[in-house]
């Protein structure tokens, strides 16, 4: 078959739009390959990648999604369709990340290699990122931020530092002394006995106990 402008024969032709198909043209003549690629780039506006421009941009102008899918969907026809296991952990993770766990942690919870991808889903489906979407945590101790996790840990950041930790253990832990030692009196005054002295302590002072001792004992003797 012969080239339609240099009349030459060719085995290979190539089915050239008069009008670009991406301007809705539809009638082709065949070139050969020579004048197929000089009838594109010797005018810029039939350039191929002017060409696929505006092509692309038409179809993407009608809904058509290009390219492939992102996680959780799959293309039938260019449109996209859900596919609801992916759609399951996707929300998964969101639900995790607002619970506080960081994303390497949600990475290795949910079988994916890459951390990025992880924060790419979660941007995705909330239009936040992990960072923004993550509950800012509060020190327990003493109200300001605490961060976020960081390294291999699930649990959220309690306390904004060491010291605040610290804190906060020994009040919890004085708290529970006071409720233990609460309405101790002293066997010699009567007087309450302070929550600082040891658990199994009779008296408020030393002097009572010695005291309450020798009102005992030394009665005692001079009976004898």
Request: a positive charge.
């Given at each position: 078959?012969?080239?339609?402008?240099?009349?030459?024969?060719?085995?290979?032709?190539?089915?050239?739009?008069?009008?670009?198909?991406?301007?809705?043209?539809?009638?082709?003549?065949?070139?050969?390959?020579?004048?197929?690629?000089?009838?594109?780039?010797?005018?810029?506006?039939?350039?191929?990648?002017?060409l696929t421009k505006e092509g692309l941009a038409r179809r993407k102008a009608e809904g058509y999604?290009?390219?492939?899918?992102?996680?959780?969907?799959?293309?039938?026809?260019?449109?996209?369709?859900?596919?609801?296991?992916?759609?399951?952990?996707?929300?998964?993770?969101?639900?995790?990340?607002?619970?506080?766990?960081?994303?390497a942690a949600i990475a290795r919870e949910l079988g994916f290699t890459y951390r990025s991808k992880?924060?790419?889903?979660?941007?995705?489906?909330?239009?936040?990122?992990?960072?923004?979407?993550?509950?800012?945590?509060?020190?327990?101790?003493?109200?300001?931020?605490?961060?976020?996790?960081?390294?291999?840990?699930?649990?959220?950041?309690?306390?904004?530092?060491?010291?605040?930790?610290?804190?906060?253990?020994?009040?919890?832990?004085?708290?529970?002394?006071?409720?233990?030692?609460?309405?101790?009196?002293?066997?010699?005054?009567?007087?309450?006995?302070?929550?600082?002295?040891?658990?199994?302590?009779?008296?408020?002072?030393?002097?009572?106990?010695?005291?309450?001792?020798?009102?005992?004992?030394?009665?005692?003797?001079?009976?004898?």
């Amino acid at each position: 078959m012969n080239c339609w402008e240099c009349e030459k024969e060719s085995a290979h032709l190539h089915d050239h739009h008069v009008v670009p198909r991406s301007r809705g043209g539809t009638k082709t003549v065949p070139l050969c390959q020579l004048c197929h690629s000089k009838a594109h780039h010797r005018n810029k506006s039939m350039s191929t990648s002017q060409l696929t421009k505006e092509g692309l941009a038409r179809r993407k102008a009608e809904g058509y999604i290009l390219g492939a899918p992102p996680y959780g969907y799959t293309k039938q026809n260019g449109v996209l369709i859900e596919i609801p296991e992916e759609q399951a952990i996707i929300a998964r993770a969101v639900e995790l990340r607002k619970g506080g766990m960081n994303i390497a942690a949600i990475a290795r919870e949910l079988g994916f290699t890459y951390r990025s991808k992880v924060n790419r889903l979660i941007e995705r489906a909330t239009g936040e990122t992990g960072e923004e979407l993550a509950k800012e945590n509060i020190c327990l101790y003493c109200n300001k931020p605490a961060g976020h996790s960081t390294g291999s840990t699930k649990r959220r950041r309690k306390f904004c530092s060491e010291k605040c930790g610290h804190a906060f253990r020994y009040n919890k832990k004085m708290a529970m002394v006071r409720e233990e030692r609460a309405d101790r009196n002293c066997l010699y005054c009567n007087a309450e006995i302070a929550i600082d002295r040891h658990k199994g302590t009779l008296y408020c002072t030393t002097k009572c106990g010695n005291n309450h001792y020798r009102s005992r004992v030394v009665p005692e003797k001079k009976q004898e």
